[in-house]
T-cell receptor
């Protein structure tokens, strides 16, 4: 069974631009979660999508948004990029029980975004 | 604000000995805790979890302890193996939110 894939793996943008990252979950997984990892901050939860709906949301500004398609693939968008948005963005997929925290999440390799 | 803290950025132990990784949290509403392991150039992989109704959960060489009064959890690896060398993240969750620590890099020396 193929793992979680994320594209692109690396991305360089400039301040003020917007970016879209893509995540393809493991076949059969219906939940996709997004995380941001920055040096010294560890992983921070962005949001979780299930059945094309945002089901859970972390504490990030509205510039961070996402969506999920009917095939469970998910995209994350960041508008008006800031230098502080430079990070590794990870997505994780899981089967999607009622409580995503208790699902075993399988992480992708991440997209490294650099904002200049 | 960092609601989940791993105060030791690195830990080095000898093969065969016990590795103890620590994690502290501030939000008393957290009710589910997890540990993830991450190798370089890979995403984190789920290791073990514990609900707040328990104080200990074991899975093979890995045991997680939860001290709710101290808002502290720890991961014990016994015996430690060189293949355990990785970055370990603890995570805590409540309702819709999930917070992670900054990670501890464990090095197990042969």
């Amino acid at each position: 069974k193929a793992g979680v894939t994320q594209t692109p793996r690396y991305l360089i943008k400039t301040r003020g631009q917007q970016v879209t990252l893509s995540c393809s979950p493991i076949s059969g997984h219906r939940s996709v979660s997004w995380y941001q990892q920055t040096p010294g901050q560890g992983l921070q939860f962005l949001f979780e999508y299930f059945s094309e709906t945002q089901r859970n949301k972390g504490n990030f500004p509205g510039r961070f948004s996402g969506r999920q398609f009917s095939n469970s693939r998910s995209e994350m968008n960041v508008s008006t990029l800031e230098l502080g948005d430079s990070a590794l963005y990870l997505c994780a997929s899981s089967l999607g029980t009622s409580d995503f925290r208790r699902d075993t999440q399988y992480f992708g390799p991440g997209t490294r975004l650099t904002v200049l | 604000d960092q609601q989940v803290k791993q105060n030791s950025p690195s830990l080095s132990v000898q093969e065969g000995r016990i590795s103890i990784l620590n994690c502290d949290y501030t939000n008393s509403m957290f009710d589910y805790f997890l540990w993830y392991k991450k190798y370089p150039a890979e995403g984190p992989t789920f290791l073990i979890s514990i609900s707040s109704i328990k104080d200990k959960n074991e899975d093979g060489r890995f045991t997680v302890f939860l001290n709710k009064s101290a808002k502290h959890l720890s991961l014990h690896i016994v015996p430690s193996q060189p293949g355990d060398s990785a970055v370990y993240f603890c995570a805590a969750s409540a309702d819709n939110d999930m917070r992670f620590g900054a990670g501890t890099r464990l090095t197990v020396k042969p």
